[in-house]
């Protein structure tokens, strides 16, 4: 069974920087296409990043400069460096894969940037 469990989420000022970790298992971690979603209050949910198997990584455009998406196939983690932080980056951030066209998503965790 696939289980995504995401940390690190928290509360910290405009400007700051938190990294969120994606723990999976029960898939073939170095094989799979990786992402994070994030969802604020009253909106839709939104890519923020990717980050392919062969570490090609897509962004956001309004998290570009701001975020790093990275991986490590060894502990079958994917990170997320959030640097800058603004409010408007305010949500529950999701780890979020897909495998043989079934996607599969983390419980999420909260990410709160104050002004």
Do not use: H
């Not at 700051?16 to 170095?30: D, E, I, K, V, Y």
């Amino acid at each position: 069974q696939v289980q995504l469990v995401e940390s690190g989420g928290g509360l910290v000022q405009a400007g700051g920087s938190l990294r969120l970790s994606c723990a999976a298992s029960g898939t073939t971690f170095s094989s799979n296409f990786m992402a994070w979603y994030r969802q604020a209050p009253g909106k839709q949910r939104e890519l923020v990043a990717s980050i392919s198997s062969l570490d090609r990584t897509n962004y956001a455009d309004s998290v570009k400069g701001r975020f790093t998406i990275s991986r490590d196939n060894a502990k079958n983690i994917v990170y997320l460096q959030m640097n800058s932080l603004k409010p408007e980056d305010t949500a529950v951030y999701y780890c979020n894969t897909v495998i043989r066209w079934v996607p599969y998503w983390g419980q999420g965790t909260q990410v709160t940037v104050s002004s």
